[in-house]
Structures are given as structure tokens and as C-alpha cells.
């Protein structure tokens, strides 16, 4: 009872809102019908870049996740990571996302450069995606070591992305993941070339499927 009466004095002085455009909304961690319908694509992705089966998306990039996720990578702004989980709690229980996570064994993050680990200080999609992963009872596991210090993608055209990510990852030693699907977990998706130079690593030590859970995602 008194924390019922507790979350009624939070909600009254200090109203749940869209993390989007900050309209009152009538649940804490969901969107305005306006912005869920604008910002979630909650769709796979047409012709993933071998050798990847599937990519499921949850936001699409440039109407949502952009402003955020350049907070959090480039000026290392941590207070925006609640809303970014939020998102992700708030979609936790979509039926086709369910079906999507319930085909894989273990769980891996694409891995940030050790060069770029000591600036930040963190790991992005550790950082986003840990907690969410760790509640729907998926292993995980750091399979996968960024051996290119590569440079920002978004300056690159398709063909320039798949040469920069050419061997850019590396497996950690003694790994174990012959006949096991495994899912890729990154912030963004566009072209599929970082995803698809971590999956040709996975695919060489035995795995049997690979799938990827993109944040968000630029372009159809």
C-alpha cells in the first residue's frame, strides 16, 4: 500500500512522459501514439548481409534513436541512457520480438576498440542492451574482439563500409559455440557491415545460425 500511494505522488508531481517529445502519457517508459507510431519499426529487415539470417529492428534511426545515441557515443552523455532502456522495457513484451529473441542460445555485443573504450570510458552496447538481455534470461557472452581501430562508418559509402570492416574482429580464445545460434547485438544498423564481419568471425568457430537485435535502423 505505501508504495502504491508512493508511485501516486511521483506520477502527480512528476508526470510520466513520452521520451520522445515529452507529452504525459499514461504509463511511465512508453510512448505518445504519435511517436510509437513514427519511431518503432519493430520489423525484420529485407535481404540481411550474409552471412547473417535474420535482423529484427526496434527503432528506426533518424526519427527517434539519432539524437540520443549521438549523445551517448559521441559526447558521452550517460543521463540518456534510462530513456534508451525505457524503449527497450517498453517493447519487451512484442509478440514478434519474443518469437525473434526465443531462437537464440547466447547472446554477444559488437565490441568497441580498446582505443576507443579508454575515451569513453564505457561500452555503448553494454551499456543499452545488458540489463534487457539479462531480464529475458539470455546468456551472454563477449565472443568477439575489435582488432581495427575503424573509422566512423556514417562518412563511408556501402562499398568503403565493407572494406573498412574488412578482419576488423577477432575471437576471444577458447570458445565453445559449434551448432549454437547466436545473436549480435548493436545500436545501429545501415549497411550490415559490422555485424556481418562479426558473423563471418562466428560462422568460422562453428555457429550454427546468426542473428542480429538492432537498436535502431537507417533505412528500409
Do not use: W
Not at 527517434?64 to 559521441?74: C, I, S, T, V, W
Not at 522495457?89 to 554477444?108: C, G, H, P, R
Request: glycine share 4%; hydrophobic share 40%.
Amino acid at each position: 500500500m505505501f508504495e502504491f500511494i508512493k508511485n501516486l505522488i511521483i506520477d502527480f508531481i512528476y508526470p510520466p512522459t513520452c521520451p520522445v517529445c515529452h507529452e504525459i502519457i499514461d504509463e511511465r517508459g512508453g510512448f505518445c501514439m504519435n511517436c510509437a507510431k513514427k519511431i518503432l519499426r519493430m520489423n525484420y529487415k529485407k535481404n540481411p548481409a550474409p552471412p547473417i539470417d535474420k535482423v529484427f529492428c526496434i527503432m528506426n534511426y533518424r526519427e527517434g534513436a539519432r539524437d540520443y545515441l549521438l549523445e551517448l557515443k559521441f559526447q558521452n552523455n550517460l543521463s540518456v541512457v534510462p530513456t534508451l532502456k525505457n524503449i527497450l522495457l517498453s517493447v519487451a513484451d512484442n509478440t514478434e520480438l519474443k518469437k525473434f529473441l526465443s531462437q537464440a542460445d547466447i547472446v554477444t555485443f559488437v565490441p568497441a576498440h580498446e582505443k576507443r573504450l579508454a575515451e569513453r570510458g564505457f561500452d555503448v552496447n553494454d551499456l543499452i542492451f545488458r540489463d534487457f538481455f539479462t531480464a529475458q534470461n539470455i546468456p551472454i557472452k563477449n565472443f568477439l574482439i575489435r582488432s581495427k581501430n575503424t573509422q566512423k562508418l556514417f562518412e563511408l559509402n556501402p562499398e568503403q563500409r565493407m572494406e573498412e570492416m574488412h578482419d576488423a574482429f577477432s575471437s576471444v580464445e577458447n570458445i565453445s559455440i559449434a551448432d549454437k545460434n547466436i545473436l549480435i547485438a548493436d545500436d545501429i544498423y545501415t549497411t550490415g557491415a559490422t555485424t556481418s564481419s562479426c558473423a563471418k568471425v562466428l560462422k568460422s568457430l562453428g555457429a550454427k545460425k546468426i542473428f542480429v537485435l538492432a537498436y535502431s535502423s537507417d533505412g528500409d
